[in-house]
């Protein structure tokens, strides 16, 4: 039990599966109503999408994924491997239902639904995170502007309406255009062939996979118990507790589970209730040398590449594969960023590339996470949020910890109900 104080009548201790941003997250959170948690995951603590991401903290970015351009770009792509966003052909039916809700949702109206459904996560975002910060998880967050580059002014003219729409439905993203000189100082890496940029103003990155892990050294430092190489495979609910079992027989049990596993959530949350299924659109990263320092994050629309200061060189992130969350890292795929970007950036080594990556990010169809109790007692799930999970995992996990200890659904937790 840490020094907070625990709500009357509120759970003593929690069992969350998932060593990940959010699951580390509703831990803390959670510690900080005073109770106490143990946090299982099958291999280790930010082993899947919380490592190999582009680390940006963006609230300015996380922009619903079903928009309707996307649909249109994906029809025409979806099965060219050097395409940002692909889908390998695949006899997996549960993909293709998947993808057809995906398209479904490729609205004007659907996506102004999920736009506004994560406003209020996208307000309180970076607070969230100057909380944990501000409260022993010792690893920095800097703040930086965020340039996204265009060979034309055209080009750009997507992004913009998107930011536009943003703010119609409640949002204040800060943004200008730039170009000649301004753009060539705020973006030194531009090539010649980039002519124009938007600066998005108030963003953050962050060393994602040292976060993640300062995240979890604070856990335990309040007590709490990190187990890992735990794989839940059955949860089982009761009128007071929830008990997980691993694989191979062992039980945890808690006055109250969370179910935090990104990707796999519908592996245990689809029998609890849940309906709303949860894809991987997996993506890659790795990490380049560059002739000089990068000093703010790069984005390249176009191709769908982001690009971030990273241990004294850059990470480079990028693509959509629907594909299973387990599946085996495809060279191609890393080949096809190269491949996009390498015209756009100049003095990247691109040869030099180290820490070769891929990451399952949980992806909803409608684009809106899934944030709340399920249909088994005691039992709540935190997952789905897409590409903008590490943005948004503390401010869920601190939402979702209210909840839980009392018993009242946060105001913005209505539109992302699991059971929905």
């Known amino acids: 039990m840490n020094e907070h104080t625990r709500i009357v009548g509120g759970p003593r201790t929690a069992v969350v599966v998932g060593a990940g941003i959010v699951g580390l997250s509703t831990a803390w959170f959670l510690q900080d109503h005073g109770v106490d948690v143990t946090v299982v995951d099958r291999d280790d603590v930010a082993a899947g999408a919380s490592w190999g991401n582009a680390g940006w903290l963006s609230p300015g970015l996380a922009i619903p994924l079903n928009e309707p351009s996307v649909l249109k770009y994906g029809l025409r792509t979806l099965l060219d491997p050097k395409a940002p966003l692909h889908v390998p052909f695949t006899p997996d039916l549960g993909l293709w239902r998947f993808l057809t809700q995906f398209a479904a949702h490729c609205t004007w109206g659907s996506w102004e639904r999920a736009a506004r459904a994560n406003l209020p996560f996208n307000a309180e975002c970076l ?16 703040s930086a502007p965020i340039t996204a580059l265009f060979e034309t002014p055209k080009q750009a003219t997507g992004l913009l309406k998107e930011l536009q729409r943003i703010n119609a439905s409640g949002g204040h993203i800060t943004y200008r255009g730039l170009e000649g000189d301004e753009l060539r100082e705020l973006a030194p890496q531009a090539s010649g062939r980039i002519t124009a940029g938007v600066q998005l103003e108030g963003q953050r990155y962050v060393d994602p996979g040292a976060f993640v892990h300062a995240l979890a050294d604070a856990v335990r430092r309040r007590g709490g118990v990190i187990q890992t190489g735990f794989e839940v495979t059955a ?55 560059t002739d000089r320092p990068v000093p703010n994050p790069v984005y390249l629309p176009n191709v769908r590449v982001a690009c971030t200061p990273y241990r004294n060189a850059l990470r480079v992130a990028g693509t959509m594969e629907f594909q ?13 960023i190269v491949s996009s970007a ?43 949020h ?26 913005a937790l209505r539109a992302v109900d699991p059971l929905r």
């Open 235 to 289: 949860i089982r609910s009761h009128r007071q507790s929830v008990t997980l079992e691993s694989r191979s027989g062992e039980e945890i049990s808690g006055d109250v589970g969370v179910v935090a596993t990104g990707a796999w959530l519908d592996r245990l949350a689809r029998s609890k209730g849940v309906r709303v299924p949860v894809r991987a659109g997996r993506g890659y990263s790795f990490t380049v040398p």
């Open 324 to 336: 299973g969350p387990d599946a085996p890292l495809d060279k191609a795929r890393i080949e096809a």
């Open 386 to 411: 897409g590409m903008w999970g590490y943005t948004q995992g503390p401010i869920t996990g601190r939402l979702l910890a209210e909840q839980i200890v009392t018993g009242k659904q946060p105001e």
């Open 127 to 142: 607070a969230a995170f100057d909380t944990l910060t501000s409260a022993g998880v010792t690893a920095p967050t800097t």
């Open 342 to 384: 390498r015209t756009l950036l100049d003095g990247v080594h691109w040869e030099k590339r180290t820490d070769e990556w891929v990451g399952p990010r949980p992806v909803t169809p409608d684009g809106k996470p899934l944030i709340g109790a399920t249909t088994a007692p005691n039992l709540y799930v935190a997952g789905g």
